[in-house]
């Protein structure tokens, strides 16, 4: 399989993710949809690191980058979550939508 | 052939589990077809001769973000009750234009790139990765940054969630 069926299921994946956050419907589920996008960035770089023009022999910048995504990633889900059982306890709801005051 | 087949098997769980945690009605069973979308990303992974970073996948995602995932789930009690699939359409469709637009400029520029390369079978790449993370004139700044924002994020998010006493409960 060449590069574009990756990249075509990295922008499907993308897309899902996009989707799952423009929908909103509470705020962990917002980050799930963070993680699938974070997922799909990575699938490209692995995709392209692969077919590197040259071969990937002693080029792994792409799967470096990924891995730093993949560190990013555990960072912000465990703020991340942090944050939504605060939001949780201050409001009682983690609907994006009711959450309209930035201090009660 | 065995490459196309397994090829099609990973796109299936994946994209299939990523369309089961964006439509289901509820959210806890979402964020378990969730763990079906990071395995098939490690299978791709092992695909594409990134064994090391498959392992981390199973092991940081399917092990660590999704077991976090759930226990907020769990501790939060999420309503389920869905009121929103006009504003999911909308979404689907606004998204949905502009994948089109996407999947055009990838279908037609890369088909080019793909036969550019010619590719070797991939060796194990464990090594060389710690190698390249260890040498000064390579990653070793940016992976001790990383060390230093993953306790940052420790640090941080106990901080955050940790219980406040206000005054009228001491």
């Given at each position: 399989m060449g590069l574009s069926a990756y990249l075509t299921v990295g922008a499907l994946l993308f897309l899902i993710g996009l989707v799952m956050v423009a929908a909103r419907r509470n705020l962990i589920y917002v980050l799930m949809g963070l993680e699938l996008i974070l997922n799909a960035a990575n699938l490209n770089l692995v995709a392209f690191n692969r077919f590197r023009p040259g071969g990937m022999e002693g080029h792994l910048d792409g799967q470096i980058g990924a891995i730093f995504v993949i560190i990013l990633a555990a960072a912000e889900a465990a703020i991340a979550l942090a944050i939504v059982l605060n939001v949780h306890s201050l409001?009682?709801?983690?609907?994006p939508d009711d959450i309209d005051a930035m201090k009660d | 052939m065995a490459e196309t087949v397994s090829f099609f098997f990973f796109a299936a769980i994946t994209i299939g589990c990523a369309l089961l945690a964006l439509l289901h009605r509820n959210v806890v069973n979402s964020a378990f077809s969730l763990l079906g979308t990071l395995l098939g990303l490690a299978g791709f992974y092992v695909m594409l001769g990134a064994d090391f970073l498959a392992m981390t996948q199973v092991l940081i995602?399917?092990?660590g973000i999704l077991v976090l995932i759930i226990f907020g789930l769990m501790l939060t009690q999420?309503?389920?009750?869905?009121?929103?699939m006009g504003r999911i359409l909308a979404a689907v469709a606004v998204v949905g234009t502009g994948a089109l637009a996407f999947w055009e400029k990838i279908g037609v520029a890369t088909w080019n790139a793909v036969e550019v390369a010619e590719l070797g079978e991939p060796g194990g790449t464990v090594r060389e990765i710690g190698l390249e993370f260890l040498r000064r004139d390579s990653w070793l700044l940016p992976f001790e940054f990383a060390s230093i924002v993953l306790l940052a994020g420790l640090v941080g998010s106990v901080y955050i969630a940790r219980r406040r006493f206000r005054e009228e409960e001491l």
């Open positions: 409001f009682e709801t983690i609907r | 995602y399917a092990g999420p309503d389920t009750n869905e009121r929103r």
